[in-house]
C-alpha cells in the first residue's frame, strides 16, 4: 500500500486525457517512424560532409561503429541521433548556431513529429568512462519537415557557428 500511495503522488497514473492521446498517436506511429528515419538519414549523411562535424551518433548508419548490433537487434529506427563538433567551438558560438534554427525547436521531446536540437553535456553524466571528444555535442531530432529544408536550416546554423 505504501509503494502505490508513493507512485501515485509522484504521478505515475496515466489519465484519460493521456490515454486517449497516446491511442491516437499509435495509429499514425509506423508512418511517422519511417518517414522520420528516412529523413534522419539524408540529414545524418549531410552531416558527417560537414567539416565542423567529427562524428554523427547514429546507429543506422552503415559505418556507425554499432551498426551491427543495431541491425542485430533492431528492424527500425528513429529520427534521434547525436553530432560531435570537430572543434572545441565556444559555448556562445554554439548557442548562436542552435537558438537561430528556422526548423529545429529547442526541446527535448523525442516523440514527436517536429524536429528538434538540444546542447548535451555528456562529460557531467558519464561514470563508467570519461567522455572524450573533440568539441561540444548536439542532439538532434529529425521530425517530418523536408530534409532540404532541414539541411538549409543546419547549413545557416554552420554558418552562426562561424560568427557569420
Known amino acids: 500500500q505504501r509503494l502505490r500511495t508513493g ?7 496515466a489519465g484519460t486525457e493521456e490515454v486517449y492521446l497516446g491511442l491516437r498517436g499509435m495509429r499514425t506511429l509506423e508512418l511517422r517512424l519511417r518517414q522520420a528515419t528516412e529523413n534522419a538519414l539524408v540529414v545524418a549523411r549531410w552531416l558527417q560532409q560537414r567539416p565542423e562535424v567529427a562524428r554523427v551518433l547514429y546507429p543506422p548508419l552503415p559505418d556507425d561503429p554499432g551498426h551491427a548490433l543495431w541491425k542485430r537487434d533492431f528492424t527500425g ?3 534521434l541521433f ?3 563538433l570537430a572543434e572545441p567551438y565556444a559555448e556562445s558560438a554554439v548557442a548562436a548556431m542552435i537558438e537561430g534554427y528556422d526548423y529545429f525547436g529547442l526541446g527535448a521531446s523525442w516523440g514527436g513529429y517536429e524536429s528538434l536540437v538540444l546542447p548535451a553535456f555528456p562529460e557531467k553524466l558519464r561514470t563508467a568512462a570519461p567522455w572524450s571528444a573533440p ?7 529529425v521530425g517530418l519537415e523536408d530534409p532540404q529544408d ?8 554552420f554558418a552562426r557557428l562561424h560568427g557569420g
Open 150 to 157: 532541414l539541411v538549409a536550416d543546419l547549413e545557416a546554423g
Open 135 to 141: 568539441g561540444p555535442l548536439v542532439r538532434y531530432h
Open 77 to 79: 529506427a528513429c529520427g
Open 7 to 13: 507512485l501515485w503522488g509522484l504521478g505515475f497514473g
Open 82 to 84: 547525436g553530432v560531435v
